[in-house]
């Protein structure tokens, strides 16, 4: 099959949006000591600055699924794709422990590894490796249990010891472990929740094989019942959030309330927002072609090279920012859970964060587009289809 621009369209908005986030973790003034959707102390531009991010995660998870479907179409033999998937699975989870972990880190003693969104896609290359016989609507079955059920693990009591601690938290719900007072491991993103959502991505690929006009109303369709599945769900406030929505001080508020779904980890209203606003961009942008899209497929065809070097290059960023604002390298601090940033004093408004945005955004285009186009033209190297 040839490749999906709506597809590469989405991803790529999405990994636009996503450095936004970047941006505000690494450089925000209050980013260490205010949680974005904490309606007590937050503002709407805030809130909606950390909200509209939400969107990225489930659209790399979801989209990967697909995207491994798609490519198993391109190879007759099912081995190789079994290979592949496996390969490329275990390449991402040591990337996300070595390259990514320091570039979040910038820890040369690694004292802090977290789990996040590489790795998690990684193990469900793993997993997927293995069910790779297993039919797409068997998968499907499979994918919307998970996606439904998974809320209730949250109740589940993880054990005690240690070792099983750990494996409990990576399979269901997100943990922080302090293995020694010197290094400090967590998880941020468990296995089973976003695998369902990776598996409803591998049997949604299925629909590209459909004509054009047909899947897009097939996405038109899964989007809007997905959403309003969500606003049913939200309203009689009784199942697929930790927390419920509560009127606030004034309407605007309690909207707020009403979408501050849960991503840690990804509760089913969470996902279903989530996917049903990714349905809807995938079904407006099937068969567009125009200077907008051709740009932001240049990001999306490249997600991997982009998603490492702009944490790079953001994350330097903080080090000019904190010595532009009298601090020294000795209050630089490293170390389990600290990335670099002095504990207070520090830090951009959200303005300044927006302007670092747009500004990476635009530094990575180019970076892009030559990577981009230098895969295109030396496919005899195997390891390129691993970035």
Not at 162 to 187: D, N, Q, W, Y
Not at 268 to 281: E, V
Not at 363 to 372: A, D, E, S, W
Request: with cysteine.
């Amino acid at each position: 099959m040839k490749r999906i621009h709506a597809i590469d369209f989405c991803r790529g908005l999405v990994m636009i949006i996503m450095a936004l986030d970047h941006s505000r973790e690494f450089l925000h003034i209050t980013s260490l000591t205010q949680n974005p959707t904490d309606l007590a102390t937050t503002t709407p531009l805030l809130f909606f600055t950390r909200w509209i991010t939400h969107l990225c995660a489930p659209t790399f998870v979801f989209l990967s699924g697909t995207s491994a479907w798609i490519s198993s179409r391109r190879r007759p033999d099912p081995g190789e794709n079994r290979r592949f998937l496996l390969k490329r699975g275990i390449w991402l989870v040591i990337l996300e422990f070595t390259l990514i972990n320091f570039a979040l880190w910038m820890d040369i003693r690694f004292r802090s590894l977290i789990f996040e969104v590489i790795g998690t896609i990684g193990v469900g290359f793993i997993i997927l490796s293995l069910l790779y016989y297993v039919s797409p609507k068997m998968l499907a079955l499979v994918a919307i249990v998970i996606i439904f059920s998974h809320d209730l693990l949250n109740s589940v009591m993880l054990p005690s010891i240690s070792p099983l601690a750990i494996a409990g938290s990576m399979a269901i719900r997100p943990g922080v472990f302090e293995i020694s007072p010197h290094f400090t491991f967590i998880v941020a993103y468990p296995i089973i929740p976003w695998l369902g959502i990776m598996l409803a991505g591998f049997a949604c690929g299925t629909l590209f094989e459909k004509d054009i006009f047909l899947r897009r109303k097939l996405w038109l369709r899964f989007g809007l019942a997905s959403i309003g599945l969500f606003a049913l769900l939200r309203f009689l406030n009784f199942y697929g959030n930790p927390s419920r929505w509560t009127h606030q001080h004034n309407g605007l508020f309690s909207f707020l309330s009403f979408i501050n779904v849960n991503k840690y980890p990804p509760s089913l209203l969470y996902t279903l927002i989530m996917l049903g606003i990714l349905f809807l961009l995938i079904a407006l942008s099937e068969g567009k072609d125009n200077r907008f899209t051709r740009i932001v497929m240049v990001y999306g065809r490249t997600p991997l090279f982009y998603f490492v070097i702009h944490l790079y290059i953001i994350h330097l960023l903080l080090f000019p920012m904190v010595f532009l604002q009298g601090f020294h390298t000795g209050d630089l601090v490293f170390g389990a859970m600290n990335y670099g940033r002095p504990a207070t004093g520090s830090g951009i408004g959200l303005g300044g964060v927006y302007l670092v945005w747009i500004g990476v955004v635009v530094l990575m285009y180019p970076l892009c587009l030559l990577y981009g186009r230098f895969k295109a033209t030396h496919r005899q190297y195997p390891w390129l289809r691993y970035l």
